[in-house]
């Protein structure tokens, strides 16, 4: 089992910046792919950003520019550097793990999920 737990969501004007956090336990952090999803009110989840055991990244082409996510394998440690905030990046924000060695950006691929963090933008 791996427990994830985010921290670092809350309220921001447009425009601002955000660093979300996701700390495992359990397993061998190193070992798993970690990703961040999102879902806004009356939407269905969707992909963020995707970093590989490896260190290859993957973002969706709504934040492609403006967020990066990175690892520290030392503090058992993803993160997501949100800048340039706007209105349409309000959602919850999930962090996600799974092992492996395959680039996945659904969630269905993914084993273990934190329980999310709110983020506002306000206009």
């Known amino acids: 089992q791996v427990q994830l737990v985010e921290s670092g969501g809350g309220l921001v004007q447009a425009g601002g910046s955000l660093r979300l956090s996701c700390a495992a336990s359990?397993?061998?952090?190193?070992?798993?792919?970690m990703g961040w999803f999102r879902q806004a009110p009356g939407k269905e989840r969707e992909f963020v950003a995707l970093i590989k055991r490896s260190g290859t990244t993957s973002y969706s082409d709504s934040v492609k520019g403006r967020f990066t996510i990175s690892r520290d394998n030392a503090k058992n440690t993803v993160y997501l550097q949100m800048n340039s905030l706007k209105p349409e990046d309000t959602a919850v924000y999930y962090c996600?793990?799974?092992?492996?060695?395959?680039?996945?950006?659904?969630?269905?691929?993914?084993?273990?999920w934190g329980q999310g963090t709110q983020v506002t933008v306000s206009s």
């Open positions: 996600a793990a799974y092992g492996g060695w395959v680039t996945y950006l659904s969630g269905s691929n993914y084993d273990y």
């Open positions: 359990g397993r061998t952090f190193s070992n798993y792919n």
